[in-house]
């Protein structure tokens, strides 16, 4: 673990893909290797106790078996989604059948939420289509993690994707927690205010960084950007904020490097694990 903090961490954001040709080179490019062995060594050498799946595969129940120090929010896959809406008389059948099947997840342990994915996912997170998700967050008391800011490729629609967007369904969710995955970087002045305003608004520090990074380096030709970042942290007092990695985007050491001299020191075992703990229970 690098030189600084030296508690427990919860890493509230990562993919468990295994075997997946994409997932495998981008492991390969962070100095990793995408299997649970390696994950699982890295994880006890960085001192990481648990960990946060943000599923993006299928809603079948048999898709999603993880070893036990991870949990996962059950992702609402956008093409199953997007085949519902466009698929007139029998659209409502399959919204009905997803939403029977998250519960079935959130009925289990360790599944400890849902995760949608607007931009990759044109449809707003105020659409009807989300509510009976959201009446099932709020009954089961597990928050919906939702992707904000920019996405992987350039089909998305960002404006979906703006971290405006919870603003509204916050307000509407007043029983439901919200987390705003990545901060809704590059929008970090409109994700501080978000938060500020709601209080069941939260987010995550994940993919901030890509591949393997020189910490230092990064600190200094970035200054500029980094300062706005920490300027719009400190807007709020750091309530509400969670270490996260988008395992297996970015390596694990250096993404704790990162965080920890983003942070003040007072607020580091706030942001690497009571935040997550009591967020998403775990």
């Known amino acids: 673990m690098p030189?600084?903090?030296?508690?427990?961490?919860?890493?509230?954001?990562?993919?468990y893909v295994t075997g997946d040709g994409y997932f495998d080179r981008i492991a390969k490019e962070a100095g990793h290797e995408n299997n649970e062995d390696h994950l699982k060594r890295e994880y006890e050498r960085h001192g990481i106790v648990h960990?946060?799946?943000?599923?993006?595969?299928?809603?079948?129940l048999s898709f999603h078996r993880y070893p036990e120090y991870l949990s996962y929010c059950i992702g609402l896959d956008s093409t199953y989604l997007r085949t519902a809406l466009e698929d007139g008389s029998n659209g409502n059948k399959m919204l009905k059948q997803a939403a029977d099947l998250a519960e079935q997840h959130l009925k289990r342990e360790n599944c400890?939420?849902?995760?949608?994915?607007?931009g990759y996912h044109p449809v707003a997170v105020t659409n009807a289509c989300y509510e009976p998700f959201y009446d099932l967050a709020a009954a089961y008391?597990?928050?919906?993690?939702?992707h904000t800011g920019e996405t992987a490729g350039?089909?998305?629609?960002?404006?979906?994707?703006?971290?405006?967007?919870?603003?509204?369904?916050?307000?509407?969710?007043?029983?439901?927690?919200?987390?705003?995955?990545?901060?809704?970087?590059?929008?970090?002045?409109?994700a501080a205010a978000v938060m500020?305003?709601?209080?069941?608004?939260?987010?995550?520090?994940?993919?901030?960084?890509?591949?393997?990074?020189?910490v230092d380096g990064l600190y200094r030709d970035k200054a500029g950007y980094l300062g706005m970042l920490k300027s719009w942290l400190e807007y709020f007092d750091y309530r509400?904020?969670?270490?996260?990695?988008?395992?297996?985007?970015?390596?694990?050491?250096?993404?704790?490097?990162?965080?920890?001299?983003?942070?003040?020191?007072?607020?580091w075992e706030q942001i690497f694990y009571?935040?997550?703990?009591?967020?998403?229970?775990v």
């Open 154 to 190: 350039p089909k998305a629609i960002l404006k979906y994707s703006h971290p405006l967007t919870i603003d509204e369904a916050a307000a509407l969710h007043p029983k439901v927690q919200f987390v705003m995955c990545h901060f809704g970087n590059p929008w970090l002045n409109d």
């Open 112 to 118: 400890v939420g849902i995760k949608l994915y607007p």
């Open 3 to 15: 030189e600084g903090y030296s508690g427990p961490i919860i890493d509230a954001h990562l993919h």
């Open 51 to 60: 960990g946060i799946v943000m599923g993006n595969r299928s809603l079948e």
């Open 274 to 281: 009571q935040n997550a703990a009591r967020i998403y229970g």
């Open 240 to 267: 509400d904020v969670m270490f996260g990695t988008d395992w297996p985007l970015a390596n694990l050491g250096d993404y704790i490097e990162f965080t920890w001299k983003l942070v003040p020191e007072k607020h």
């Open 141 to 146: 008391k597990k928050p919906v993690a939702v």
């Open 196 to 214: 500020s305003k709601n209080q069941n608004v939260a987010a995550d520090l994940s993919g901030l960084l890509e591949g393997s990074v020189d």
